[in-house]
């Protein structure tokens, strides 16, 4: 009779008052991951965890430091981690940082790069001695599934090293699909950049980025890449060229990257390369003709004032590009001239002007430019970093202050004039028109409170205020006419 009771007992749902306290355990686990299962992270820091892991199937993040000499494991251990992952359809990264790797461990990581849902293998700051490198190839050779993210970062691989990743990428061939690789400060020199580059121009076509930053690349070396890149691909967006010994050919090659738009790019990094007078124009001539780019790293290439004024010539003829950086450039006065562009250009969004050397005088003529021309400009800037200048921190909180408003203030406005033409629709009103039909575009012009709007088909859009006079509107429809008849 005890039994029973006791069985009876075991059977019972636990108590109500629990269950908060269990789903308050288990939801973020839900919704840590797309579909509702959070992925499996196996990290572990010696060779026979890293190779239990590797046995034991159920892991999908598999990170590791392995901080000692990887050889020191059993042959057996090495054999059975080999063998089950012939049939793992788990694992979707791999990311050994870090760490030394000897050469029964590049069996293994060859192994497993054919493991067909592996997506990213990130082997950053890990030493590839040429034995193990070769092992590891073996893998991407013979893999046959796509590969989203291949991470080099400080491997020492040079252009020997480079080269057997060249071959290893044409042999893998257009299934592998690889979409972001990074090879920076990878020791890669002209030789190596020249092979590389052969290779891109065959494919792969799917690569979205490429960053080899920190390579003695110079002026043969980055032309060579850029020609590859153009020839095959047409998806490129991410092009990181931080420190590679950029000069006059290097500078060409990218401003005619630029104007002739033969590539997508969005974010180009350029920072720590030191660019003369002549080199700014030439690069300023390509973001003058660019469609695309829509962040540009300037940061450390001794513009100084001068650079910086070529520079904002530019963007006047430039309507893409929303992050511009431009820190440890010893830019003082030009910060001024650089504004005032910014504000008739309309795009920009973030200006990063940290560790430069605008003093008080130099901020307090930005705050009475931002005072007198934000609210009648177009602009959307919304940050400017003056971190670590010479000038007092109250400069950069008013500047902040002045954007943060005048976002507000488009943002209510905006808000008003779609309540405004919901109304308009409800009682059938005309909603266009009000002050004419801009030809070219077919979009309507009206004032509302003082405020030229633009009205597309999208969205309405709050161009500038009446009080400048002639409206900063492209168009043709804006002036004259100046009745408030849609308020």
């Not at 840590?32 to 992270?41: L, N, Q, W």
């Not at 409206?471 to 408030?484: E, K, L, N, P, T």
Request: glycine share 8%; with cysteine.
């Amino acid at each position: 009779m005890r039994s029973t009771v006791a069985s009876s007992k075991q059977q019972q749902p636990p108590p109500l008052h629990r269950l908060p306290l269990l789903v308050l355990l288990v939801l973020p686990l839900l919704l840590s991951v797309p579909g509702g299962r959070a992925a499996r992270e196996c990290k572990c820091s010696n060779p026979a965890a890293f190779l239990v892991y590797a046995r034991a199937g159920d892991c999908e993040v598999l990170h590791a430091t392995l901080a000692d000499m990887s050889d020191n494991v059993f042959r057996s251990d090495v054999q059975q981690a080999l063998k089950a992952l012939d049939s793992n359809n788990k694992i979707t990264e791999i990311r050994l940082i870090r760490s030394v790797l000897g050469s029964r461990f590049g069996q293994v990581l060859g192994k497993a790069l054919q493991i067909s849902s592996l997506r990213v293998v990130d082997l950053s700051h890990t030493p590839l001695p040429l034995e193990v490198w070769e092992l590891v190839l073996a893998g991407l050779r013979a893999r046959r599934h796509p590969l989203d993210s291949l991470q080099l970062t400080n491997t020492g691989l040079g252009d020997v090293g480079v080269h057997r990743l060249s071959e290893a990428l044409a042999e893998a061939g257009p299934h592998l699909q690889l979409r972001h690789l990074n090879l920076c400060s990878s020791s890669l020199e002209h030789g190596g950049a020249v092979r590389l580059a052969a290779v891109l121009a065959q494919g792969p076509a799917s690569l979205r980025t490429i960053d080899l930053s920190a390579n003695m690349l110079g002026d043969a070396g980055v032309p060579a890449v850029l020609d590859g890149l153009v020839q095959h691909n047409t998806t490129l967006a991410t092009v990181k060229l931080h420190d590679v010994q950029c000069g006059p050919g290097c500078v060409q090659a990218i401003a005619e990257l630029l104007g002739n738009n033969r590539l997508p790019i969005a974010e180009l990094g350029l920072s720590k390369n030191p660019l003369d007078l002549g080199e700014v124009q030439v690069l300023q001539h390509g973001l003058a003709r660019n469609k695309h780019l829509l962040s540009l790293d300037l940061s450390m290439c001794a513009l100084g004032n001068a650079g910086v004024d070529v520079l904002a010539a530019g963007l006047a003829s430039n309507h893409r590009l929303q992050t511009l950086r431009l820190s440890l450039n010893a830019i003082s006065t030009s910060a001024l001239g650089l504004v005032q562009e910014i504000l008739k250009n309309g795009h920009l969004q973030a200006l990063d002007l940290s560790y430069n050397q605008l003093n008080d005088q130099d901020c307090e003529q930005l705050v009475q430019l931002l005072e007198d021309k934000l609210d009648y400009s177009e602009t959307v800037l919304s940050r400017v970093d003056l971190y670590r200048n010479p000038a007092q921190p109250r400069f950069g909180e008013k500047i902040t202050e002045l954007l943060v408003a005048k976002q507000r203030r488009d943002a209510r406005l905006l808000a008003e004039v779609r309540e405004l033409i919901a109304e308009k629709k409800r009682a059938g009103d005309a909603v266009g028109g009000m002050l004419g039909a801009d030809a070219h575009s077919k979009d309507n012009f009206f004032f509302h409170k003082g405020y030229l709007v633009r009205l597309s088909d999208r969205a309405p859009d709050v161009l500038t205020s009446s009080g400048d006079g002639s409206s900063s509107s492209s168009s043709g429809g804006g002036s004259g006419g100046g009745s408030s008849s849609s308020s």
